[in-house]
């Protein structure tokens, strides 16, 4: 039987400490990161809550690696039917009548027909494997953005979560800093319940209790320390004690 090919996912610490403070499993928030990637929110100019900072920590990505202009390799062979996919999408964001919900709804013909034409190059299979017994399932949207503008899931997912801090995000609240950080907002949201079961309750223990309100007496504690650098470093260092101590 053919072994299944392991992606090699680099997860950042910071990211771990994160998923640690609020009790996440890093596969479920990764899974809700790519569930609400799309093609339409891509186009679409207005705000969906967890769309648009999903997809727009895409786009990010996308610009920040200053790369020359490619064609998608996986599309070469059907420019002209491509074309007239990605057209029609941009024709339902763009539209003002109409709920996002069913626009959106309605999109999925255009990327059905996209997933369905392409040669995959950088997507290969609908499963990414984290470890032996650990999955991601990647959505059509998903692995047609991939495709589209020639990137591997894993960097896509790498720059997820190297978007995450909770040190800085924290820091920054507590100085009252505006934080334009989407990707850390969409973070937060799923940290706060966004898109997770919501019939699975927390239990927390006397020890983790304590932690809690241990983090609300250091961060009241910070109130005279008023540069963003040296909180953010307390902050951390505090954040990555807990993470250790749970993970030796």
């Known amino acids: 039987m053919k072994k299944a090919k392991y992606q090699l996912i680099d997860v950042p610490i910071e ?11 890093i596969p479920e928030v990764l899974q809700i990161f790519t569930d609400h990637v ?15 900072e999903a997809t727009r920590t895409i786009s990010a990505f996308v610009i920040a690696r ?17 074309v007239g996919c990605i057209k029609g999408v941009i024709e339902l964001a763009r539209k003002e009548k109409g709920k996002d919900q069913l ?4 999109s999925m013909f255009y990327v059905d027909s996209l997933f369905k034409i392409m040669e ?43 978007r995450i801090s909770l040190a800085d995000c924290h820091a920054r609240k507590g100085l009252k800093i505006t934080n334009d950080n989407l ?13 997770r079961d919501s019939s699975e309750k927390l239990h927390f223990t006397e020890t983790e209790l304590d932690f809690y309100e241990r983090m ?30 749970i993970n030796p």
């Open 66 to 82: 200053k790369r020359k202009f490619r064609e998608s390799k996986a599309l070469l062979h059907c420019r002209t039917v491509a």
């Open 15 to 25: 990211f771990k400490v994160a998923c640690t403070i609020y009790k996440l499993n």
């Open 103 to 106: 626009k959106r709804k309605k």
């Open 216 to 245: 609300e007496e250091t961060r009241l504690e910070l109130y005279i320390v008023r540069s963003l650098t040296e909180r953010t470093a307390i902050l951390h260092d505090f954040y990555l004690s807990r993470h250790q101590n």
């Open 120 to 162: 995959r190059t950088y997507v290969p299979s609908d499963v990414l494997y984290l470890d032996e017994n650990t999955t991601i399932h990647l959505s059509k949207n998903f692995s047609v953005l991939c495709e589209l503008h020639n990137c591997y899931p894993k960097e896509y997912l790498e720059h997820f979560m190297g």
């Open 183 to 195: 990707t850390m907002g969409l973070f937060m949201m799923i940290a706060n319940g966004f898109a």
């Open 38 to 52: 799309t093609l339409y929110d891509t186009i679409c100019p207005y705000y969906h809550e967890g769309f648009s």
